[in-house]
């Protein structure tokens, strides 16, 4: 059987088996909670709760603001302690709500309403998607409902449910997939109806074949439901790697899927959408992949939203002094620089490196152009030269003659550069440099 | 909070990588390296221990120099300098005077690499740089061979290896010429085995195709080579210089093109300096193809009996433009779409 797949890409060492067989396991409520008001793209969330005012688990507690926003719920029940501001992993303040649970209050879903789904209308579906907080879980944290909202004048064939994972180090899609998979055939059934597409595709890499296996079966019988498997390769999991290995049809530049009649959506989301949706529930916690050697409990927990990272890796106990933590995978993830930010509902994984895995500080040589990394480009730029523009700081003409803002930053260019030119991070620069430009202008 | 989290590092993603470096890179070109300048050590003897021995530590010591006198960190760590030296011995006559060597070496280093910024800013080859010096300066020394396989090579030196500086080189004995002079002048043909085990008088390192094609393949395996240039080159020889010979039997057989003089040498190990030849799969070969075309043409209709060294150098030359013209085609981007 041949997989489908993509030209260039990279093989990072996965070390997933740290994690692959550990089941999701529940996590036990922090002393504090603290809810960030802009945990997902677009405009922040707007507070609907006082200072000392009494949440229970589940509860409205922020209203979206606008369409491109969504609401937040309490993921325990307490007290409201403060209205304010806190920190965010990347050392900023960030308005917040933060909760003190009860001692001893229980991980019930205490606020809820189920709804008759069999009876519900695609914009009822969708507007449901929105009113339950959910986002891409996949780590972009897009607001769902918005990616289910076509364009005017698009209309969507294809629903892809993402389950490719092929960030290293992460499982927690694999584990979602085994164990809550009624709730992800919920989920595509729901959704299909939202987006009133002809068909589901489920997309797994190829090194998951007991996931293949059990979403193979459970696809049986449902005749808009089939199962892809790819090749195990990063960044595979990206939108535009998928259309083009499953599909032959490129996402235009600058372009939505929708473009291409297309909805992308992270297996986990759909997860949650199957199993909060009919109960009208919020989304509270999520799945997430706790791994690096620098972790001596690694694992798959289910981890309620706003729990502090310092709590979290008191539970699982680090090993040693931990070198990076990440949240995310090490391609795409972000490093944290304030251990007391709390898990927003965008990450999927913490990774904590300790000294050995870790990329050090690595002497950076000249370019030689060697081209792997124009061999390694999955969208089929120059990252040498693109490289050596940045050194120049010709930002312009990177965007306008060597394509500067087709590059979804999956860090390939960076991952395999043996002179370790930090090039996507230049891009980063670059691209910020131009956009800033352009705004001034 | 504790101080367990105060020496965190704190970067941007990604946070892997390979582990694969420039020196390791290069390290593997010399390891590649070393058999080639076994056999022509086995080949021609003590001179040609001494001719590498020369260009390879003058080379070291220039790349040592520039960066003292520059006032920069030393760069002989990255083992470039080493693979400018040991090439440019190998493409050396093997009686070659070692003064007039050290002095290409040192040519080689300041004037192809070291002028334009060091490693990876040099638009041309440094060794054939250092060569095409030599060539022009000393054209008799440059094209004196001798024998392969002289009975008391591992005894004494080529008589011309110690000229000393400033003189003319002498050669005492009637020395052989090279395959593509015999073909040329005398329109003797070499034995294609001969060629490809390196039974034939030429440049030290340039005699054996077998261990130069061995040595490639080991590059190319572990991917610290683009195969594709020296394929390309290999078939653009053939085909160019079948072409010729098909009009005119007259003409140098192809296989006889193909393993004679420093062809093999060159396509392998020089036109593949990744500085200097293209970054994309397209350009690759377009530059292994203008390489092959120019080298028969040299050698058919040049006044020289050996084109390889100045069709790379062209080569190098063109790459730039190469490069410009062959980007690659982005993902996404609509014929004739909007552009953003």
Redo the contacts between chains.
């Keep these: 059987m041949s997989l489908k797949t993509f030209a260039h890409g990279i093989h990072p060492r996965e070390n997933k088996e740290i994690t692959a067989l550990k089941p999701i396991r529940r996590f036990p409520f922090p002393p504090y909670f603290v809810l960030l008001l802009s945990q997902h793209a677009g405009k922040p969330a707007k507070p609907i709760v006082r200072e000392g005012q009494e949440v229970r688990r589940g509860e409205l507690i922020a209203v979206a603001n606008g369409f491109v926003s969504v609401p937040i719920h309490s993921p325990a029940t307490g007290v409201v302690k403060k209205v304010g501001t806190s920190l965010d992993f990347n050392g900023k303040m960030a308005p917040a709500i933060i909760i003190i649970p009860y001692p001893g209050s229980l991980q019930q879903v205490e606020c809820w309403q189920s709804r008759d789904i069999d009876h519900m209308t695609p914009k009822e579906i969708i507007q449901g998607v929105q009113d339950m907080g959910m986002v891409g879980l996949g780590g972009a944290a897009f607001p769902t409902h918005v990616k289910l909202t076509p364009p005017k004048g698009k209309t969507i064939e294809t629903l892809i449910i993402n389950g490719c994972e092929c960030e290293p180090y992460l499982t927690s899609d694999h584990r979602v997939m085994l164990e809550q998979s009624d709730d992800i055939m919920m989920g595509i059934r729901l959704l299909l109806k939202g987006v009133m597409a002809q068909r589901a595709v489920i997309a797994i890499e190829a090194n998951k074949p007991d996931a293949i296996e059990l979403m193979k079966k459970c696809s049986e019988g449902e005749k808009q439901i089939s199962v892809a498997v790819f090749q195990t390769k990063y960044p595979q999991g990206a939108e535009k790697m998928l259309t083009r290995a499953l599909m032959k049809k490129d996402i235009p530049s600058g372009g939505l899927p929708a473009d291409i009649g297309c909805v992308i959506s992270n297996v986990a989301t759909v997860a949650e959408i199957g199993r909060l949706l009919p109960r009208g529930q919020g989304l509270i916690e999520r799945v997430v992949t706790i791994s690096g050697r620098g972790v001596q409990r690694p694992g798959n927990y289910f981890i309620p939203i706003g729990t502090p990272l310092d709590f979290i890796l008191d539970q699982v106990g680090l090993e040693g002094r931990a070198h990076q933590v990440i949240f995310g995978g090490p391609m795409m993830g972000k490093g944290v620089a304030f251990l007391e930010t709390p898990i927003t509902k965008g990450i999927s994984g913490i990774v904590v490196m300790a000294d050995a895995e870790h990329k050090s500080r690595q002497k950076i040589y000249p370019c030689i152009k060697c081209a792997e990394c124009v061999n390694s480009c999955p969208i089929h730029l120059n990252p040498s030269t693109l490289g050596l523009l940045a050194r120049k700081d010709e930002f312009d003409q990177m965007a306008e003659d060597f394509h500067l803002f087709d590059c979804f930053e999956c860090g390939c260019c960076s991952y395999v550069c043996p002179s370790h030119i930090p090039l996507v991070q230049y891009f980063r620069l670059a691209k910020e440099a131009v956009r800033k430009k352009r705004s001034a202008a | 909070?504790t101080s367990?989290?105060l020496?965190?590092?704190?970067?941007?993603?990604?946070?892997?990588?390979?582990g694969?470096?420039?020196p390791?890179?290069m390290r593997n070109v010399v390891y590649a390296l070393l058999p080639i300048i076994g056999v022509a050590v086995y080949t021609f003897g003590l001179s040609v221990f001494f001719l590498v021995f020369t260009t390879l530590v003058t080379c070291l010591m220039a790349e040592r120099f520039i960066c003292l006198w520059t006032r920069k960190p030393s760069t002989i760590g990255?083992y470039s300098a080493a693979i400018t030296g040991i090439l440019l011995g190998l493409t050396l006559p093997p009686g070659f005077p070692l003064w007039m060597a050290a002095l290409g070496s040192v040519i080689a280093m300041a004037l192809g690499k070291a002028l334009f910024?060091?490693?990876?800013?040099n638009p041309f080859n440094p060794a054939l740089v250092g060569r095409a010096f030599l060539q022009a300066a000393f054209p008799t020394a440059i094209t004196t061979w001798s024998d392969a396989f002289q009975a008391d090579r591992f005894t004494t030196f080529i008589n011309t290896t110690l000229t000393l500086p400033f003189m003319k080189a002498i050669p005492d004995t009637v020395s052989g010429a090279t395959a593509l002079a015999a073909m040329k002048f005398d329109h003797k043909l070499a034995d294609t085995y001969d060629l490809f085990i390196g039974n034939i008088s030429g440049s030290a390192g340039e005699t054996c195709a077998l261990v130069i094609l061995l040595g490639g393949g080991y590059l190319a395996l572990r991917k610290m080579l683009?195969w594709r240039i020296p394929v390309g080159i290999f078939l653009s020889v053939l085909l160019v210089s079948g072409l010729f010979w098909w009009m005119d039997p007259k003409n140098p057989p192809p296989l006889f093109m193909l393993f004679s003089g420093g062809l093999m040498l060159g396509a392998v190990f020089m036109a593949t300096d990744?500085?200097?030849?293209?970054?994309?799969?397209v350009g690759a070969w377009i530059y292994s193809g203008i390489i092959g075309v120019l080298v028969v043409f040299i050698r058919l209709f040049g006044g020289l009996p050996e084109g390889v060294m100045y069709a790379i150098l062209l080569g190098n030359a063109a790459t730039p433009l190469i490069?410009l013209m062959t980007?690659?085609?982005?993902?996404?981007?609509?014929k004739g779409?909007?552009?953003?």
Excluded at chain 2, 7 to 18: A, K, N, V
Excluded at chain 2, 274 to 281: A, D, E, R
Excluded at chain 2, 328 to 334: A, E, Q
Excluded at chain 2, 337 to 340: N, Q, R, T, V, W
Aim: aromatic letters at 6%; zero cysteines.
């Design positions: 909070m367990r989290y020496d965190m590092e704190i970067s941007t993603s990604p946070h892997l990588g390979r694969l470096s420039v390791i890179i990255d910024g060091g490693l990876g800013f683009d990744m500085v200097t030849s293209p970054v994309t799969p490069n980007q690659p085609k982005v993902y996404g981007s609509v779409g909007k552009k953003d």
